[in-house]
């Protein structure tokens, strides 16, 4: 009587972070009483005057967008980082804070309010790419910034107050959390190893096959096997490249295609603006060698049963380990039906 | 120019997970156009025929509850861990599972359909206390049950489908993600000073003042100096207990009015039915000593700015660090004034 992964109950580990997920199939039935999402299926125009991201509009502090053509970067009116902080330490016993120095932008991915990064061509996505790349080795080369977070919150029910396609970038000088669990686990496989932690086990998920969503020259896209969020998918670059500082012309548009073809499928899963949170992690900037770094861009996304509703992540899972009802097995499978 | 922590941009370190929150004072004034919440200010009757949590209603199963009188505990319907559970490992290459096994089981505070925590009477929340006690004890004591996770999820926002005031008890066989941390924690700071780690902190609290919000005889209810959620707050046992199943009959009545007073302010922050999850934290039941362990209970509300307006933990928080405006000590003063 062995281990059934599709029906019993178990836990998966996450090789990168080093903690578990709780995984519950038989529970995918439960019936749904509870709060329902809005539907996100509103046409919205190409322009909108009162849309803060939009070419030739005024932002909250007065500033002017110019009238940018495809990718246009700013610092962010509300930064929750500031360059010029206090870098201090506070200690009083167990009282421990640190002033934090950073730069927070806001990317807007197109002049086109009405699109989203599933409805922008592979060509336009390049321009998204090339951006990052700028940005991430430009804050990166600051003596104050060691980690480089590039990040989109994408829907309303992922926090995004403005529907116009656009992404952030929090740039800070300390490592944030899930950063520092990345890198101590990558280090110490590369270590042992002498390659790198995520090209093993892309190598492993190549020969399965059971996970894949899609691949292309440079790229594959899969369902991690310790994927928390319903239909979470991994974007991970066949090469092993610690940022995506180095990345060449073909990579480029391997990744705009990996990322196009991605948010298109999700889109058409429940027939909605498939609202999610995607990130990339990659190597710090901290000045130090980082081989161990692979980089990978995620998407969390929150829907579960249908446009209306969403996984909560909240009692259990905020104070036990995260837990999902269907298998990565069986998101790999609806994910790919809508290829 | 020292670190102003209610005004520079800083992070806080949870001495309890070791992560850090990043704090960003500055940024409160932020104008939100996002999603907005419903209001939860709807009167309900004290009996609805049509809720699966009421006394003499049918659940989804065919069970028929009994008319109980005060609190009443099942199992859950659609339990995410079952005691029949295999056991086994899967392991392949860098895939690793393990069969979880475990009981869960839902807990209704009253019979009462149209109350909460907060307008139940403290010697009901009394009764509410005794039985987790109870379960604690019970569970725990399972051969196959090493840790036992109380919880509630309150308010749709907060994923619960039945307004009827409940809760949840999860039992299982793996310590979950967030008690490994806290365990090695404390079990670190006790071997090398030999009390407990928030015996401690709350000592310095006490002392300080600044982050208390109400005490009587046997608990603290305060705002951890990391706290994430904007008006999270924790209740401590004064006296070093690693968990719930030794309290005497006056810790209990101080328990139930610690909750009382909490959940009552909550609710007038804002003037609504304030969502949150709450949890108890306390020591494994895996049969070792676990000394270390000072038990716990916390709250995480969403709310941020209004009934309507959350916090949202999405790109920066989920792919970085947990991420606040307003600090610990701005919501003290709130939560304080609405005491
Ligand atoms: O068990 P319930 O109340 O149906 O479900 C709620 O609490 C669970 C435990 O935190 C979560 O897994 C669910 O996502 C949430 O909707
Ligand atoms: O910066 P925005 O888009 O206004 O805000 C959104 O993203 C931030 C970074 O993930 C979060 O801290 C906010 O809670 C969320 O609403």
Redesign the interface.
Known sequence: ?????SE??????N?LTR??V???P??A???????EEEVNNEIRPKYDPSCYLCSGNKR?NGEINPNYDDVFVFNND?????KS??????K???????????ICKVICFSPDHSKSLAQMEVEEIEKVVKTWKKEYIDLGSLEFINYV?I???KG???????PHPHG?I?SQS?L????VKKDSSQKDFFKKNNRS?LG??LK?EIEKKERIIYENDAFVVLVP?WSVWPFETMIIPKEHQKNIGTLNNDQEVGFADAISTITKAYDQIFNCSFPY???I?QAPTNGEKNEHWHWHM?F?PPLLRSATVKK?M???E??????R?ITAEQAVKIIKHHL
């Not at 009587?1 to 992964?5: E, I, K, R, S, V």
């Not at 905020?318 to 837990?323: H, L, N, V, Y």
């Open positions: 009587m062995n281990l059934n992964l019993h109950p178990h836990r998966r580990y090789i903690e578990w709780l995984v519950s038989h529970r039935k439960r019936p749904w009483q509870g709060q909250a509300f930064a929750a980082l500031q902080s206090k870098k201090d330490q506070f009083d016993g167990l009282l421990l804070a640190e002033g934090e120095q950073g977070q990040f989109e919150n309303a029910v992922m926090g995004c107050s403005n952030q929090w300390n944030p959390n899930e950063i932690l093993s086990y492993q096997f949170s995607s990130g992690h995620s969390y909560f909240v009692g259990y905020m104070f036990g380990s995260p837990q009802d």
